[in-house]
């Protein structure tokens, strides 16, 4: 994505003015790693959300789906504890989801429908109430407008890395800044998955615009990743905007950076799949539109013989046209082109001769770039995965044994 | 599947009456090992096929489902080489193929739309013509009907184990039997892929009436197994059906042996998945219908997460829980139950204590067992597949490195 007037800034969730963010150890991890977090978006935010696709999905699900249905699309905190998943544990999960916001929302002095939780960790355990209530008051204490770091850390399960990032965008003198981070290694590890991002944004613009700008943001984001094809019980992106309004002009130009936040965390999320080693983006062009080229860039992206393929640096051009082929987007077989890095590998539905040695060069990069041409329609998109190791298996097989 | 009336005998594909098989090593690997295959039915009689869903799909698949259309579904005779799958190789593909049938069909006698030609191994490679022409004559002077093991020999390429079944059954005094062959094990060596399967049955039966039937059964056997998810450009299915013909009111019991044979052939093709430890069966009941229990079944069957979990014999039902989630078949969650063998695991939506050492025992038998209940709806199905190792990885990986 062209980054436009975007620059990159430091603070990620908490860099957008007005914003706060803290991050905890309220003690809900064996790990003693921090577990709580916590962000405050101003009065009367916008805040838009996607969830879970899974009918097996956690309470606070169902619970931030709910308010935000009430609300009219409007939320002022949320707050996120990683350990536990909260997700099948019946009526109890719902009625700690409950309480949990309602006493959050005494202590900040807010209606308890603008207040939120996410949970990530282990599916099938409740979360220890004493514990989380214990921690509110130091984490309300730690709010902060330099807290995204701290809230980053906080969310993560089993992560390698915090994602977060920042950008700053001039409409004419008008600063627009747009925060975000996020935790997820695809559904990797036992039980410890999930994807959770949150987004922050200083201009003010109307719940149900903000809702369908953000959704096309994570249809050319979070939906077009893919690690190990888990969807999580607890998935959940929202993000919240409050601030002076932005004029609709400009409202193409604040979606180009939203998309742009959110490309990064998804990115990131890819990058840190679990035994990964690589960053694949797969970019497919001439379907006859945007939903179609995604598909089948997913599906390539998906493979499990593309992702082992890459693994072992092997330009197997067989596999990503098998792939393209059954991701049930017609396309004429004999229009089909591929390329890895800036090495063209078929044409016409048919292997060119091509250097080996540089190809399986082009797949040692840190990012590993596929691209299929399937005819002459202008539809594009891109989508974006990991290679597939024995490290992943060993992980995912080894886990309680 | 109840066998009910069926009992297996010997003979694969060649043990219906009137029915010749053949196997010879032609060549065209450079392996030595057998390559070259053909099977011959009486006359008139009905050929049935189910192919590949993939748009990039091999010029033998076309003309197969092109002739079999043209004939209203008759033909003769199958030839099947392996060690080049002739996809992805233009017009040339299409041309070898027609003259390879052209050629057999003289010398059998028949006319050319009798003969249809399937082929396997690596994409992109065209047969070597001159060597598959002059392997014709010795292939038809082996045709025998005790030749099913040599056919199903000469079919595989990097399956481990030859894939062959013949069941018989007694319809008053009248004895039916139906053979069948198979070679596959997941689209999972490099190029090296394909699902292919073969059918027999000396009992008369209309084309249509034929071609219905196999739908059916191979919707519950080939279409309930996933090995890594990957379609192959070659996949096909042919049965051939000729004799006396058989009374309408047998038509049930008949295509229950037409399911078993096929279900066979399905489990072994999962059992045989690349590093694959076990074969996995899933069983999904209380959904409103049976392609929606057959999702769900088919979702959990191609987990990642299920199948390492599976292969370190890790009792984890959370995945199970949450890969049923995302099959995209609505339900209440909170009806969701998971029982591993014998050991239940989840109740209403929610976890039960369990014996974690007697449960993963149940994971190390040959046939891993996983059986879930969502609703009291009268639709059931089960899966197959196998466990992920990081022999799979490793094997698919290092292919060509």
């Known amino acids: 994505m062209d980054p436009g007037i975007w620059c990159p800034i430091e603070g990620g969730i908490s860099a957008p003015r007005g ?47 709910r308010r935000l249905q009430q609300s009219g699309g409007r939320a002022q905190a949320v707050l996120i504890n990683s350990g536990q998943a909260n997700a099948c544990t019946g009526d109890r999960g719902l009625m700690d989801s409950v309480r949990a916001t309602r006493i959050l929302a005494d202590h900040l002095g807010l209606a308890e429908e603008q207040v939120l939780i996410c949970s990530t960790g282990v599916i099938g355990v409740p979360i220890p109430m004493p514990t989380l209530l214990a921690g509110l008051e130091p984490l309300m204490g730690a709010l902060s407008d330099c807290g995204g770091t701290a809230a980053a850390t906080a969310i993560l399960t089993t992560d390698l890395v915090e994602k977060q990032i920042a950008l700053e965008g001039m409409f004419g003198d008008r600063v627009v800044r747009i925060g975000g981070m996020a935790k997820g290694s695809g559904m990797i590890h036992p039980d410890m998955a999930t994807m959770l991002a949150f987004l922050s944004c200083d201009a003010g613009i109307e719940p149900a615009i903000w809702q369908a700008m953000v959704c096309r943001a994570v249809k050319r984001s979070f939906n077009a990743i893919t690690v190990d094809g888990d969807t999580s019980t607890n998935d959940t992106l929202l993000a919240f905007a409050a601030g002076e309004a932005l004029p609709e002009q400009h409202h193409p130009v604040l979606e180009q950076g939203l998309t742009a936040v959110m490309q990064h965390l998804a990115q990131a ?59 049930a987007v017609p396309f004429d077989a004999e229009a089909l082109a591929v390329w890895i ?14 250097d080996r040695d540089a190809a399986s060069t082009a797949l040692k990069r840190e990012t590993v770039l596929i691209r299929c041409s399937v005819g002459d329609g202008l539809g594009h998109a891109k989508a974006w995965g990991c290679d597939l190791s024995d490290q992943y298996v060993r992980i995912n097989a080894d886990y309680t044994t």
Chains 1, 2 share one sequence.
């Open 19 to 65: 914003f706060k963010a803290s991050g905890i150890t309220a003690g809900l991890k064996a790990s003693g790693r921090p577990d709580l977090a916590l962000v405050l978006a101003p009065e009367s935010a916008a805040c838009a959300g996607t969830f879970t696709k899974s009918c097996v999905r956690a309470a606070c699900v169902d619970l931030c789906a």
């Open 269 to 327: 999320i890819a990058r840190d799949g679990e035994g990964a080693t690589c960053l694949i983006e797969v970019q497919v062009e001439g379907t006859v539109d945007e939903a179609s080229a995604l598909q089948i860039a997913r599906t390539i992206c998906g493979s499990s013989l593309v992702k082992t393929a890459v693994h072992g640096r092997d330009p197997n051009w067989g596999r990503i046209a098998a792939a393209a082929g059954r991701s």
């Open 341 to 354: 890095g800036e090495h063209q590998l078929m044409q016409a539905g048919q292997p060119l001769p091509f």
